[in-house]
């Protein structure tokens, strides 16, 4: 059986109190989903150290957004995965698309993240993804097989146990558009097949999310196919009670 995640990236949103309002209304909600439901929070860093004292009794687990691609030193501006691991986040999301965009993230850079992750205990959510030029060129196979490939195939067995994959297509996200829930499904299998091919068997286990205007009205369906564990929420993990009907939507 395979964890199923519902991970909010708040992405560069909220003023610290309101993040600490948003932790506190989830946690609240919480007991209304099922426990089976593992609910993730990726507060911005700045929020990290206040939402984790508000989730320090709750099964809600905290995240980041990102870490550095070295441990420590003169690197300004940078938060390390040391740091953020130190705060109470068991997760760090990597390789999101607006980060490959618009901050110029490649594999190279995402193999240092990786290994940072890892040497601190964090859990990587790692999100590839194609665009629209992409897909409609047919490529979004070639596009996720790369960007597994370059990243996932160089950990360990061990490490790859640990790993939360999600696949994210660009022109779905904050668009409104959503993937149909068929063509979420192909693309997971397909995933899962190229992991296993490196990682064999383990590749049944890892979890792999779904993102891109996920919302309460389609969660349901697109959580039902069998290869979705979950979805990585932007926008609607902003409301409260989105983001606890998404949690609503497993029904396997
Ligand atoms: P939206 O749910 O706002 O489309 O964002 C998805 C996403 O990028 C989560 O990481």
Redesign the pocket.
């Known amino acids: 059986m395979r964890k199923k995640i519902v991970a909010g990236?708040w992405?560069m949103n909220t003023l610290p109190a309101e993040g600490v309002e948003l932790a506190q209304n989830i946690e609240a909600g919480r007991n209304e989903v099922c426990e089976c439901v593992n609910f993730i929070v990726c507060p911005p860093f700045t929020h990290i150290a206040m939402v984790a004292q508000t989730l320090k009794d709750s099964t809600v687990e905290l995240g980041a957004q990102d870490c550095a691609t070295e441990a420590k030193g003169a690197y300004t501006g940078e938060v390390a995965a040391s740091m953020i691991a130190a705060l109470g986040c068991k997760y760090v999301?990597l390789g999101?698309?607006?980060r490959r965009q618009y901050y110029g993230e490649t594999s190279e850079t995402l193999n240092k993240k990786m290994a940072q992750a890892y040497a601190n205990g964090l859990t990587p959510i790692y999100?590839v993804g194609e665009n629209l030029e992409e897909r409609d060129a047919g490529n979004h196979f070639a596009v996720c097989k790369q960007q597994i490939e370059e990243v996932v195939f160089n950990l360990t067995e061990e490490q790859f146990k640990n790993l939360v994959i999600?696949y994210?297509p660009v022109w779905?996200?904050?668009?409104g558009k959503t993937a149909t829930a068929d063509q979420a499904q192909e693309i997971h299998a397909y995933i899962r097949q190229v992991l296993a091919e490196k990682f064999g068997a383990a590749a049944a286990e890892c979890p792999i999310l779904y993102?891109?205007?996920?919302?309460p009205s389609n969660a349901a369906e697109i959580f039902a196919k069998e290869d979705v564990d979950g979805g990585?929420?932007?926008?609607?993990?902003l409301k409260t009670e989105d983001f606890l009907a998404i949690g609503k939507g497993f029904s396997k």
């Not at 779905?172 to 668009?175: K, R, S, V, Y």
């Open positions: 990236n992405k999301i999101h698309s607006e999100c999600a994210e779905a996200i904050g668009t993102g891109g205007s996920c919302k990585l929420i932007g926008g609607a993990a």
